[in-house]
């Protein structure tokens, strides 16, 4: 399909690469020359140099015969703009991101009224995952299918869990749980495992079960499994404003600490809740005097990544908090992830997931789509949820029967809301939900789970 992307900022770069590695003709537009020039050079992708609001740039890049409009400037009303332009000038689908608190309840009838397929406001969509995170503090990373019933659940195999040494079909007979290890992690190395593949201490671990069964096998090996009654917040973004608003729902006790003083006011207003600290959050003893020692969970949610993740270290030295840390820049994810300071969320890799997944499903044919779609494992695998209809050509076969690619595991089938961990006699019906976790990137289609289709 050809897609224009307009903006080259994190999200709409990192859009562009991905959307170009599956196959897609990529025109990117931006103010800017020396950005356009760069992801020229660094990538397949044509760059045009203009204002993206400006018809005549629209139609350089091409809008009257794209498929779709990606609008990710740093402008919000730009945005709505320019998908605005591309209705009146062509028949292609647009996507704004749209990240101003004002708008938050107003986006259903800005969508409706102007005609945008999709809108996506990446802070609203982190502090969701955030929160998530804080309902279930022991899990690295939580990603939701069919509409919440089933979660794909991330943690760090301890010693005190007694798995060490344990082959994956010896945990599922040794606790005798609907729970699915789909996915491991041991060093740079990432694998999808069969039951014979042996876990090790020091291992993450993807599992994949009903909120339920996720909870029982969690309390079996001995796993916190409630959710958090506290927690400090240093940076009063907005992102921290959402968050703050979903944990306060949740009845967890909320105190942001914001060196802005002007902002600390605005969130004084907005969160009446809450409890809002003017004062420096890099400063230890600020820290220390306000709690650190005692709260649950401890978010770092300042625009420095390097602030974001010192005082995630900070913490951990000093109390015993859930530690969630946001980090824009990825260049050195593998060094992150290595200092093992908790749950790491980068916004832009939510954004670029919500926007590949309907990418995808407009590519489908007609009936299997693309429900769900999360980048995983330091971005090295993905998770699907395909619906199933009529035109699938593998209906009612024993999974065992099916010819299925190599490191692709069927994890799940939500069957009329009723959730299974399919076996070899199990089969995918009409009407099914499956979710597949595969090292094998853009899969569009249920079909494609098959080697030779």
Same mark, same amino acid.
């Given at each position: 399909?050809?897609?224009?992307?307009?903006?080259?900022?994190?999200?709409?770069?990192?859009?562009?690469?991905?959307?170009?590695?599956?196959?897609?003709?990529?025109?990117? *537009?931006?103010?800017?020359?020396?950005?356009?020039?760069?992801?020229?050079?660094?990538?397949?992708?044509?760059?045009?140099?203009?204002?993206?609001?400006?018809?005549?740039?629209?139609?350089?890049?091409?809008?009257?015969?794209?498929?779709?409009?990606?609008?990710?400037?740093?402008?919000?009303?730009?945005?709505?703009?320019?998908?605005?332009?591309?209705?009146?000038?062509?028949?292609?689908?647009?996507?704004?991101?749209?990240?101003?608190?004002?708008?938050?309840?107003?986006?259903?009838?800005?969508?409706?009224?102007?005609?945008?397929?999709?809108?996506?406001?990446?802070?609203?969509?982190?502090?969701?995952?955030?929160?998530?995170?804080?309902?279930?503090?022991?899990?690295?990373? !939580?990603?939701?299918?069919?509409?919440?019933?089933? %979660?794909?659940?991330?943690?760090?195999?301890?010693?005190?869990?007694?798995?060490?040494?344990?082959?994956?079909?010896?945990?599922? %007979?040794?606790?005798?749980?609907?729970?699915?290890?789909?996915?491991?992690?041991?060093?740079?190395?990432?694998?999808?495992?069969?039951?014979?593949?042996?876990?090790?201490?020091?291992?993450?671990?993807?599992?994949?079960?009903?909120?339920?069964?996720?909870?029982?096998?969690?309390?079996?090996?001995? !796993?916190?499994?409630?959710?958090?009654?506290?927690?400090? !917040?240093?940076?009063?973004?907005? #992102?921290?404003?959402?968050?703050?608003?979903?944990?306060?729902?949740?009845?967890?006790?909320?105190?942001?600490?914001?060196?802005?003083? /002007?902002?600390?006011?605005?969130?004084?207003?907005?969160?009446?809740?809450?409890?809002?600290?003017?004062?420096?959050?890099?400063?230890?003893?600020?820290?220390? %005097? %306000?709690?650190?020692?005692? *709260?649950?969970?401890?978010?770092?949610?300042?625009?420095?990544?390097?602030?974001?993740? #010192?005082?995630?270290?900070?913490?951990?030295?000093?109390?015993?908090?859930?530690?969630?840390?946001?980090?824009?820049?990825?260049?050195?994810?593998?060094?992150?992830?290595?200092?093992?300071?908790?749950?790491?969320?980068?916004?832009?890799?939510?954004?670029?997931?919500?926007?590949?997944?309907?990418?995808?499903?407009?590519?489908?044919?007609?009936?299997?789509?693309?429900?769900?779609?999360?980048?995983?494992?330091?971005?090295?695998?993905?998770?699907?949820?395909?619906?199933?209809?009529?035109?699938?050509?593998?209906?009612?076969?024993?999974?065992?029967?099916?010819?299925?690619?190599?490191?692709?595991?069927?994890?799940?089938?939500?069957?009329?809301?009723?959730?299974?961990?399919?076996?070899?006699?199990?089969?995918?019906?009409?009407? /099914?939900? *499956? !979710?597949?976790?595969?090292?094998?990137?853009?899969?569009?289609?249920?079909?494609?789970?098959?080697?030779?289709?």
């Amino acid at each position: 399909m050809k897609i224009i992307i307009l903006g080259s900022g994190k999200v709409g770069r990192t859009l562009a690469e991905q959307l170009s590695n599956e196959g897609h003709n990529i025109v990117m *537009v931006d103010i800017i020359a020396k950005k356009v020039q760069d992801i020229s050079e660094d990538a397949d992708i044509m760059g045009v140099l203009g204002n993206a609001s400006s018809i005549n740039t629209l139609l350089d890049a091409g809008i009257e015969t794209a498929d779709i409009l990606i609008a990710v400037t740093g402008s919000d009303e730009l945005n709505l703009l320019c998908c605005l332009i591309a209705k009146k000038v062509s028949k292609c689908h647009t996507i704004a991101r749209v990240r101003n608190p004002v708008y938050s309840k107003e986006l259903g009838f800005i969508k409706e009224r102007l005609g945008i397929s999709m809108i996506i406001n990446p802070e609203h969509a982190a502090a969701i995952e955030i929160s998530r995170l804080l309902r279930f503090p022991s899990a690295i990373k !939580i990603d939701t299918f069919a509409k919440g019933r089933v %979660e794909l659940l991330k943690f760090k195999l301890k010693p005190e869990f007694n798995l060490d040494q344990t082959t994956v079909m010896e945990v599922a %007979e040794r606790y005798k749980n609907s729970i699915l290890i789909c996915a491991v992690e041991r060093g740079d190395e990432v694998s999808i495992p069969s039951g014979n593949f042996v876990l090790r201490d020091n291992d993450i671990i993807s599992i994949i079960a009903s909120p339920v069964n996720s909870a029982l096998f969690f309390k079996r090996i001995g !796993i916190h499994t409630h959710q958090v009654k506290s927690t400090m !917040i240093v940076g009063g973004s907005t #992102l921290s404003f959402y968050l703050a608003k979903l944990l306060l729902a949740m009845k967890i006790r909320v105190l942001i600490v914001e060196a802005d003083k /002007d902002r600390c006011e605005q969130l004084s207003e907005l969160l009446p809740d809450a409890t809002i600290i003017n004062g420096d959050g890099t400063d230890k003893n600020l820290l220390l %005097e %306000e709690g650190l020692t005692r *709260v649950e969970s401890f978010v770092t949610l300042t625009n420095l990544d390097e602030e974001n993740i #010192l005082l995630a270290l900070f913490a951990k030295k000093n109390s015993n908090a859930k530690l969630i840390s946001k980090v824009n820049r990825i260049a050195f994810d593998d060094i992150i992830e290595g200092l093992d300071i908790g749950s790491v969320i980068y916004p832009k890799y939510l954004t670029a997931d919500y926007i590949l997944q309907y990418v995808r499903a407009m590519q489908n044919s007609i009936g299997s789509n693309v429900e769900t779609l999360y980048q995983i494992l330091d971005n090295k695998a993905e998770a699907l949820e395909f619906s199933v209809h009529e035109d699938c050509t593998f209906l009612n076969i024993p999974l065992a029967d099916l010819n299925i690619r190599d490191n692709l595991l069927i994890t799940c089938i939500n069957r009329k809301g009723k959730i299974t961990i399919p076996r070899g006699q199990d089969s995918i019906q009409l009407g /099914d939900t *499956v !979710i597949v976790v595969t090292t094998v990137k853009g899969l569009h289609d249920i079909k494609d789970i098959l080697k030779n289709k």
